[in-house]
C-alpha cells in the first residue's frame, strides 16, 4: 500500500507539473499555478529527499516538457538539425531545465520543509533566481509570476517585481496545503492568505506613474517575413522595398518602429544608398524611426545585434544580453565542437555593454531591449526615471506557430507593469503589440500576417517601488529571512508556538 501511494504521488508531480504550464499564456488558466504547486509541495511531505527530488524532477519534465518544446521548432525548422538531433537536443534541453525544481525539493526536505512547509516558499524563489538570472546567462522562462497578471497578486508586482511576487504565489500555495491538512492553523492561515490576496487587489488600483508630456502616435510594422526567407541574398532588396512602403504610408505617425533584425543586412551594406535617404526623409516628415539591424563592430569579429533611432535625433543601442546557445555558445570549446557535429548554425554576437545612452524618439527617451532582453526586469528598469516608455523589438519567427511568441508577450507584459511605462512591442511575425502601463494589452496585431499596429500612448514619469529597488534587495531579504526560519526550526524544532509550520 505504501509503495502505491508513493507511485501515486509521483504520478500526481508529473500531472501537477502539466497543470502549472496551463496557467501561462496561450493557454490562461491562472488559478491552476497555485493548484499545481499545492500539489507539488504536499507530495514532498514525509519522504525522503531523494523522493522529492524525483518528484520534483518529475513536475519540470511535466512543465518544461510542456512549456518549453517549441526549442524544437527553432532548432529544427530554422536551425538546420536533422529530426534526431533536433529531438535529441529538446529533449536534453527538458531535461536539464527541470532539474531546478528537483533542486528545490531536495534543499527543502534537507532543510526540513518536509514538515515545516513554511520554508518552500523561500527555496523556490531562490532556486528561480539561480536558474532564471544566473546560470548560463539566465533562463526565465515559466516564472510564477507571469502566470498571475489577471489575478490580485498582479497588485504585487510593481512592488515587489516577478520574484517577489512569485514568493507570494508559492506561499500562497504552502498556506492552502495546510488549510487542507492542519486543523488548528486552519482559521489563522486562511486569514493571513485572504489578506494577501484582498492586498494584492488593493495594490491593483494604485497608479505609480503618471503622464508627462502629450500623447504619441506610433506605427509598428509587422513584416511577416518567413526566418528561412529572410536571410536569403535574393530576398533581401524586396524585404527593403516592403518595410518602406509600410513606412511611408504611416508618416502621420510621430514614431514608427520596424522589428529585431527587419534589415538582413549589415549597417555597413545599407547605410549609403538606403538608410540616409530614410532618414532623411522622415526628417522631412517629422517622424523618428527605429529600425534594427546587425552591426559591424571595429574590430573585424564583433558583429552586434542593433537598434539604430533615425530622424530627429540618430542613436545607437547594441544589444548586451545576449541568447546562449542562439547568440553566443558557452562552454567552449565543447558546445561549439557538438553544435558543428550536429550541424546546427547559430549566430556569434559581441555583447553591446551595460552603460549605453538611452535612445531618444518623438521627443522622449526610451529604453530598448531586443528579443530575450526584455525577460529580465533588472534590465528592463535600467534607464529609470529618465526613460518616458519601453521599446522591444523581436522576432518570435524562429518558434512558429507555438506557445513561445504568445509566452514572450507575456513576460513583456511584466516589464510594463514593473515600470509602470507603455511597453511597444515590435515584432516580425508578432506578437506586435502596445501593452500599458498596468499590464495590459492595449492592442495586438495577428500573428503571421503583414500589417502595422499604430496606437496612441502617453510618455509617463515617476517610479514604481520596484524600479527604485530591483530583484537584489527582495533576493537578499528573502536569504535572511529563510535562514531565519531555518534556524527557528532547528533550534525550536519541539516548540510548535515559536515556529510557523
Not at 491552476?32 to 524532477?57: C, D, E, I, K, N
Not at 504619441?216 to 512602403?245: A, C, F, H
Not at 539591424?293 to 533611432?309: D, F, K, Q, R, T
Not at 510618455?459 to 531579504?477: C, E, R, S
Request: hydrophobic fraction near 50%.
Amino acid at each position: 500500500m505504501r509503495l502505491s501511494n508513493s507511485i501515486y504521488r509521483d504520478f500526481f508531480a508529473l500531472i501537477a507539473g502539466v497543470l502549472y504550464t496551463l496557467a501561462f499564456a496561450p493557454f490562461d488558466y491562472a488559478y491552476l499555478a497555485p493548484v499545481a504547486l499545492m500539489v507539488l509541495f504536499a507530495s514532498w511531505q514525509f519522504t525522503t529527499a531523494w523522493r522529492a527530488m524525483l518528484r520534483g524532477y518529475l513536475f519540470g519534465l511535466g512543465s518544461f516538457g510542456l512549456g518549453v518544446s517549441w526549442v524544437y521548432i527553432s532548432i529544427h525548422d530554422f536551425g538546420g538539425a536533422g529530426e534526431f538531433s533536433a529531438g535529441a537536443m529538446t529533449a536534453l534541453f527538458v531535461m536539464f531545465w527541470s532539474l531546478f525544481p528537483a533542486l528545490v525539493a531536495f534543499f527543502a526536505v534537507r532543510m526540513g520543509a518536509g514538515k515545516n512547509l513554511v520554508m518552500i516558499p523561500f527555496i523556490w524563489v531562490l532556486v528561480e533566481y539561480f536558474r532564471g538570472v544566473m546560470l548560463l546567462n539566465g533562463f526565465p522562462w515559466l516564472l510564477g509570476a507571469y502566470s498571475q497578471l489577471a489575478t490580485p497578486l498582479s497588485g504585487y508586482v510593481p512592488v515587489l517585481g516577478a520574484y517577489g511576487t512569485g514568493f507570494l504565489l508559492a506561499l500562497s500555495a504552502v498556506a492552502g496545503v495546510v488549510i487542507l491538512q492542519k486543523q488548528k492553523q486552519r482559521l489563522l492561515t486562511g486569514i493571513l492568505l485572504l489578506l494577501v490576496w484582498l492586498t494584492g487587489g488593493l495594490l491593483k488600483t494604485v497608479a505609480w506613474t503618471d503622464a508627462i508630456g502629450e500623447p504619441i502616435r506610433v506605427s509598428m510594422i509587422q513584416g511577416n517575413v518567413s526566418q528561412d526567407q529572410k536571410w536569403r541574398p535574393e530576398n533581401r532588396l524586396n524585404t527593403l522595398l516592403l518595410y518602406k512602403k509600410l513606412t511611408e504610408e504611416h508618416w502621420d505617425s510621430d514614431l514608427i518602429i520596424w522589428p529585431e533584425t527587419a534589415i538582413p543586412a549589415y549597417l555597413s551594406e545599407v547605410e549609403d544608398f538606403f538608410l540616409a535617404p530614410l532618414s532623411l526623409a522622415a526628417q522631412q516628415q517629422g517622424v523618428d524611426l527605429i529600425v534594427s539591424l546587425p552591426i559591424e563592430g571595429s574590430a573585424g569579429h564583433e558583429i552586434y545585434n542593433g537598434v539604430i533611432s533615425l530622424g530627429k535625433e540618430r542613436g545607437m543601442y547594441r544589444k548586451n544580453h545576449l541568447l546562449p546557445f542562439g547568440e553566443y555558445m558557452p562552454w567552449q570549446p565543447v558546445s561549439g565542437f557538438i553544435l558543428r557535429q550536429l550541424k546546427i548554425r547559430l549566430g556569434d554576437f559581441t555583447p553591446g555593454g551595460s552603460r549605453q545612452p538611452l535612445l531618444k524618439a518623438a521627443g522622449y527617451p526610451f529604453i530598448t531591449s531586443i528579443c530575450y532582453e526584455d525577460a529580465f526586469g533588472d534590465e528592463g528598469i535600467s534607464g529609470l526615471p529618465d526613460a518616458a516608455y519601453l521599446v522591444n523589438v523581436t522576432n518570435d519567427g524562429w518558434f512558429g506557430n507555438s506557445p513561445e511568441p504568445h509566452q514572450h508577450l507575456q513576460i513583456a507584459r511584466m516589464r510594463a507593469l514593473e515600470t509602470g511605462r507603455f511597453l511597444l512591442r515590435s515584432t516580425n511575425t508578432g506578437a506586435t503589440a502596445v501593452i500599458a502601463p498596468d499590464g495590459k494589452i492595449i492592442r495586438q496585431a495577428p500573428l503571421f500576417e503583414t500589417t502595422v499596429l499604430t496606437e496612441t500612448i502617453t510618455p509617463m514619469g515617476g517610479m514604481t517601488p520596484y524600479a527604485g529597488l530591483g530583484d537584489k534587495p527582495i533576493i537578499v531579504v528573502l536569504v535572511i529571512l529563510l535562514f531565519g526560519v531555518f534556524a527557528c526550526n532547528r533550534l525550536f524544532v519541539n516548540n510548535r508556538r515559536l515556529c510557523p509550520g
